[in-house]
């Protein structure tokens, strides 16, 4: 099992910029593709981004495509999202997971492993 908390939302401006953290515990990160999901309030929980587990393969939603940047470092068991030109629509909980076999999937339920959440605000 891998256990992942989150970090680095909070309030900000349109056009600011954000880097959330997800820090991996329990298992080498390394073993497993990693993906940045958002819920706002009464919407259901969309897809930001993925990344494989060597790093060879990252996709984005359109939404946040040019805007947002995933990454990860397996050494440090940590994973980012860093968000700029930040959107008023791009206020939501943002959730941190990862998969074992599933790659860089854009689906939520193919990640066994997720995170509490962080909240984003954007303010316009």
């Known amino acids: 099992q891998v256990q992942l908390v989150e970090s680095g939302g909070g309030l900000v401006q349109a056009g600011d910029s954000l880097t959330l953290s997800c820090a991996a515990s329990?298992?080498?990160?390394?073993?497993?593709?990693m993906g940045w999901f958002r819920q706002a309030p009464g919407k259901e929980r969309e897809f930001v981004a993925a990344i494989r587990r060597s790093v060879n393969y990252i996709v984005y939603a359109d939404s946040v495509k040019g805007r947002f940047i995933i990454s990860r470092d397996n050494a440090k068991n940590m994973g980012y999202l860093q968000m700029r030109s930040l959107k008023p629509e791009d206020t939501a909980v943002y959730y941190c997971?990862?998969?074992?076999?599933?790659?860089?999937?854009?689906?939520?339920?193919?990640?066994?492993?997720w995170g509490q959440g962080t909240q984003v605000t954007v303010s316009s």
């Open positions: 997971a990862a998969n074992r076999d599933a790659g860089a999937s854009q689906q939520a339920r193919a990640y066994e492993y």
């Open positions: 329990g298992r080498t990160l390394s073993s497993f593709a």
